[in-house]
């Protein structure tokens, strides 16, 4: 048998039976005026006084520690030299300044230089300027490539970076040494996934967000948009209370530690209705990650009004299946969706050993699921298949197809949570005379199997399966599977 047809048989059975050397880095800064040295008081040209300047800038250093990203908020500095009439708040210039003796009270060398001169992020130039509408400041972003630098490079003041040996620096007409700066310090890096697991209402949430990093204690504090309502936020990081409105809501939580360097994440958490039927839900038989597999899920709300969802997963034996998903938590995938509005998921692909089971997806209303198989075999192009969520039945009709070199791996689900359930099949060959045979799965149970592997009567063969049980508990669905590594769904039909 040809190589490639041996590794789809082989991927056949996986479906239904740090690369580098550091993470990503983040860091932040706090600049004020009084951590410029010496501390500036800003004042008008006329000499009266005039607001003090401000902000915060974030960091990313990729990664292979190749190349850093950046963003800042500035308060109070002019940005286009006409948000004010004084002139002594006009920005002329902002640089990154480190050295191996720099430090609160010591100045350093520019290594860096983003806006005036010295102009350093020109290789390429990635500087995004957005001067506030309203009010006077802005936003200034940009990347500090491998070769870009002020007669250095990022390698060389990657020691200084790391070990807090730099700070920026914003330049104004009144203060060109520099009117505000912060200190670059490593950031405690938020390790809560973006997706919170769902809450319900009524009923008493609480979820602890977690951080690595940075000297503690740590400060957790809301930044923007808006907590489910019933929920807050504790400053040590626990969100917690009585949900008391159906939906999803969307916020960013910042964490300080005592050093002020700080991280920013935006968080998702759905409030779901006190009850979902899974009696009625939709039903996905095969679901699986790992193995060069992952299943994205695409769920659509066919009503005119907003519709919550939620997905439950389930293992071989029953159990309740910890499905990964990516940006979120392994096993729950939940959501409200606005009239006609789709979300999308995926699991992780990363699963070792492989994860394998079915779905059930509750909903308030009318919704479209879809699971969508991908597959990256070595050597071979992507492949993909769709499979719709469907009710469970007691008859269901499945054709096959193992002729031509064609493989058809099936997989069955008992959605019964209680109950055995004994399946009768029968398999209809094109040519040929029925075979009878019957397997037995335990509640919420799953199988799934190499049809001429499991029952010889099939092999070279193509026709179909008849699943007959006495409860309608029954979710149905075939993988074709072609010589050139391709697969295709074979619908099941009550």
């Known amino acids: 048998m040809l190589r490639l047809h041996a590794c789809l048989i082989v991927t056949l059975v996986v479906l239904m039976a740090g690369a580098s050397a550091y993470a990503q880095t983040a860091l932040s800064a706090s600049l004020t005026n009084s951590q410029e040295n010496p501390p500036t008081n800003p004042t008008l040209s006329t000499g009266g006084a005039r607001p003090a300047s401000f902000g915060t800038a974030t960091f990313t250093l990729n990664s292979t520690m190749t190349a850093m990203t950046f963003s800042a908020t500035i308060f109070n500095i002019d940005f286009t030299g006409s948000q004010t009439p004084d002139p002594n708040d006009d920005l002329i210039a902002a640089h990154i300044h480190a050295g191996p003796a720099v430090s609160p009270t010591t100045n350093g060398g520019v290594v860096w230089g983003f806006f005036g001169s010295p102009f350093n992020d020109n290789n390429p130039n990635d500087v995004v300027m957005t001067p506030f509408t309203n009010g006077v400041g802005g936003t200034i972003s940009g990347k500090w490539d491998a070769p870009e630098g002020n007669g250095t490079n990022l390698a060389a003041q990657l020691p200084n970076i790391l070990a807090g040996r730099s700070y920026i620096n914003f330049h104004t007409k009144q203060f060109g040494g520099g009117e505000i700066r912060g200190m670059i310090s490593l950031a405690p890096g938020i390790s809560t996934g973006a997706t ?103 769920i659509v709300n066919l009503d005119q009004t907003q519709v919550s969802f939620q997905f439950k997963f389930w293992g071989d034996s029953g159990s309740a299946l910890s499905l990964p998903m990516q940006n979120g938590v392994p096993g729950n995938l939940a959501g409200t969706l606005a009239p006609g509005a789709t979300a999308f998921a995926q699991t992780t692909g990363a699963s070792s050993p492989l994860l394998q089971g079915w779905a059930e997806v509750a909903s308030t209303g009318r919704i479209g699921v879809l699971g969508i198989f ?121």
Do not use: C, M
Request: hydrophobic content about 40%.
């Open 374 to 494: 991908r597959v990256s075999t070595p050597g071979a192009s992507d492949s993909e298949a769709t499979v719709v969520g469907t009710q469970s039945g007691s008859n269901v009709l499945l054709p096959f197809d193992n002729t031509q070199g064609f493989v058809t791996g099936v997989a069955v689900s008992n959605t019964n949570p209680t109950q055995t359930l004994n399946i009768f099949l029968t398999f209809t060959p094109e040519n040929g005379a029925p075979t009878n045979a019957s397997l037995t799965l335990p509640a919420h149970g799953h199988t799934a199997f190499v049809l001429p592997t499991a029952y010889a009567v099939t092999a070279g063969a193509r026709g179909s399966i008849r699943f007959a049980a006495s409860s309608s508990d029954l979710a149905v669905v075939g993988l074709r599977f072609s010589p050139k590594n391709s697969f295709t769904l074979l619908g099941s039909f009550q």
């Open 196 to 298: 919170l697991p769902a809450g319900t209402v009524g009923v008493a949430y609480s979820q602890t967000l977690t951080a690595s990093g940075g000297t503690t204690p740590l400060t957790w504090t809301v930044t923007s948009g808006t907590l489910p309502a019933g929920l807050s936020l504790s400053s040590a990081g626990v969100l917690s209370g009585t949900p008391t409105i159906v939906g999803t809501s969307s916020f960013t939580v910042k964490v300080t530690d005592t050093t002020s360097a700080f991280s920013n994440q935006t968080f998702s958490l759905t409030i779901l209705p006190t009850t979902l039927n899974f009696t009625s839900a939709l039903r996905i038989p095969q679901v699986v990650d790992g193995g060069n597999f992952v299943t994205q899920f695409a």
